[in-house]
């Protein structure tokens, strides 16, 4: 069994997952992607328009300064016992501007993995894989219903949270468009759970089943498949008024807790 390398943001979300992998599997290079938020930003404009841009940025800067300081009690109360310290020092680690350069082409081919692990890049481009047999992604949502960003959020936006969840699937030259390994349903909190403590809860649901579907394709066992029951969608940050729709669906589903049951 080939040992495989990780592409990644720096984030905590992806220390987790690196280190849950790395006492599982032998982790021959992890390389981190550089911050990309003037790429993305022009691509959103491009997208979406500067009207939508300008709401988003706008409720980035309300998370910022009020969502994440009230969400982190609970988040540090989800990573107790979990390991999601930076692996410097610890693994052979890389960092480079794109996971599309040239370094990472050279790694690929250095190391030929049997498997490449994603979490949090930008979309990679078919040269680069082109450059090992599979690249397996973590994404925090139920494709393809819910391609793109916070895929948690919107289920609940959209009033349908049995579909909180996360996908382990193979990696094409679409926004998670690939075929499926695994999915993981989420249950949702209506009374702790906020837009920052869901894509924490969706990692931790999917670990396990991340170091299994890499095991499996390493094995030459994985079965990929796709969902013919749900429409594919891309989905984007939100706006504010977005967000206040998430929290009165949040509202309702905790009146939907504490009603007395039926007899």
Known sequence: MSGIVILAE???????????????????????????????????????????????????????????????????????????RP??????????????????????????????????????????????????????GITPRYRGVHGGFWAVYEGRPELVGTTIHLVDPGVDTGEILAQDAVDVDPFTDTYRTLPVKQYLGALDSMAQAVREMLDGRARPYRRADLESRQWYSPTPFQYLRFLREMRRLRQADTQPAAL
Request: some cysteine; overall charge positive.
């Open 87 to 140: 692996p410097d020092g610890r693994l052979d680690v890389l960092d480079v501007p794109s996971v599309n350069g040239a370094e990472v082409a050279d790694v690929l081919r250095e190391r030929r993995p049997g498997a490449v692990v994603v979490s949090g890049t930008g979309i990679i481009g078919r040269r680069i894989l082109e450059c090992a047999p599979a690249f397996v992604n973590i994404h925090v």
């Open 10 to 84: 720096r984030s905590q979300t992806s220390y987790l997952l690196i280190n849950h992998l790395a006492a599982r599997l032998e982790v021959s290079t992890v390389v981190f992607e550089q911050a990309r938020q003037v790429k993305m930003l022009r691509y959103r404009l491009r997208k979406l328009g500067p009207r939508v841009v300008a709401a988003q940025l706008a409720f980035l800067g309300y998370d910022r300064l009020v969502i994440k300081p009230r969400s982190q009690e609970r988040i540090a109360a989800l990573l107790t016992g979990h390991d999601c």
